[in-house]
């Protein structure tokens, strides 16, 4: 909580005016303490689950490696798409119980998984089967690859799975929930060389196998969606305000926020005023100073707020709404609803919105305590 103190004389009378400023991740329920800075509610969290949905690969490889080292790929680099092109083994040598080299898939491209992400599950989908009249074989082996294209985890394919001569059919391997045996990071999948190893066991002489494609989808969490900010001194104040002169208070309001929504976070200001018109207000003298858009004017009763940044923080920069980005006597009204004062489209950490008061009084005013007060709310877009 944010406490502005004010004081000014009219005619002849003394008068403190009371601001109290709060900063909150949400509006507290209640009326807010005063004279105390309350701790801030928890950060605002989202988080959801989200998948890639079927990517390609873009790098296909034969390599032998025991005990799939009989009979290498042809053409391995077509398992890009699903078309006419396969990777395949046709020689007349590939008979029972051979198995062809490992047919590696890397180079999925899977960076619009945000990082550090928590990653749930691997789906492999492969379109493999041999050909009529040309023996018969099993897929032995469908296995992740980690960040050196070697084999690690589980082999999902230990128990072969049999293929047929229909090549409209896909072998799926993996879930939403099955990481293969791993501890499967963002940055590990999203690696280059991240992907799938495909081995195939003959089961009949002289087998002739294709693969055409295979697709990798990946589910995951996001991390949380934060927002937090806080606003600070817990005070600050006018000299004595007088009819002759435009005021600015003897210290600024600097909120610190910070945010980690993919969309960006809002800074709003809120008034409270006399709880219809937003301003300082004295319940005692019945007397409301409005607070509106205009240049100040010695004499001419205003109340107004200029927001501006800093360099401080990393990520984004704020944008200052036009209402608020004001300099020398111009002030931005407040208003008893919340209103933008600075946002970003996107994540950024320890962004500062600096805010001065600017104030000034006309002979009709009305001598007594005057109090407003003041909510910084931040959010996520």
Do not use: H
């Not at 963002?186 to 002739?208: E, L, P, Q, S």
């Not at 800074?267 to 019945?286: E, F, H, R």
């Amino acid at each position: 909580m944010f406490n502005f103190e004010k004081f000014r004389r009219v005619k002849n009378f003394l008068a403190i005016l009371p601001i109290f400023l709060t900063a909150f991740v949400w509006v507290f329920s209640g009326w807010p303490r005063i004279w105390q800075n309350p701790p801030l509610p928890p950060e605002v969290q989202e988080a959801w689950a989200d998948t890639t949905g079927q990517v390609y690969p873009t790098l296909g490889e034969t390599v032998s490696e025991n005990p799939w080292s009989d009979n290498s790929w042809a053409t391995p680099t077509s398992i890009y798409s699903d078309d006419a092109a396969t990777a395949n083994v046709t020689p007349a040598t590939f008979d029972t119980d051979d198995q062809t080299y490992v047919l590696k898939a890397t180079g999925f491209d899977f960076s619009a998984i945000p990082d550090n992400s928590t990653i749930n599950g691997v789906t492999v989908r492969l379109n493999a089967w041999y050909r009529t009249g040309k023996g018969s074989g099993s897929v032995d082996l469908c296995q992740l690859l980690d960040t050196s294209k070697a084999k690690v985890g589980t082999n999902n394919c230990s128990t072969a799975v049999p293929l047929t001569t229909t090549d409209t059919t896909i072998i799926t391997k993996g879930s939403a929930s099955d990481l293969w045996g791993n501890a499967l990071t963002a940055a590990w999948v999203k690696n280059a060389n991240f992907g799938v190893a495909i081995g195939i066991i003959a089961t009949a002489k002289n087998a002739d196998v294709d693969v055409d494609y295979v697709t990798i989808e990946i589910d995951y969490t996001p991390p949380a969606e934060t927002v937090g900010c806080s606003t600070e001194p817990a005070q600050t104040g006018f000299e004595t305000l007088t009819v002759d002169s435009i005021f600015t208070a003897t210290s600024t309001a600097t909120t610190t926020m910070s945010c980690t929504y993919a969309a960006g976070c809002t800074l709003y200001v809120k008034d409270a005023g006399n709880t219809s018109n937003p301003g300082l207000y004295s319940a005692g003298a019945g007397d409301l100073i409005n607070s509106s858009a205009a240049t100040l004017s010695a004499g001419v009763e205003g109340y107004g707020i200029q927001a501006a940044t800093t360099t401080a923080g990393t990520g984004v920069e704020l944008l200052i709404d036009a209402a608020y980005k004001k300099t020398g006597d111009d002030v931005g009204a407040l208003a008893t609803t919340n209103q933008t004062l600075t946002s970003a489209a996107s994540t950024f950490d320890s962004k500062e919105t600096v805010v001065t008061f600017k104030a000034a009084i006309s002979g009709v005013n009305k001598p007594g305590n005057y109090v407003d007060t003041i909510t910084f709310e931040c959010l996520g877009n």
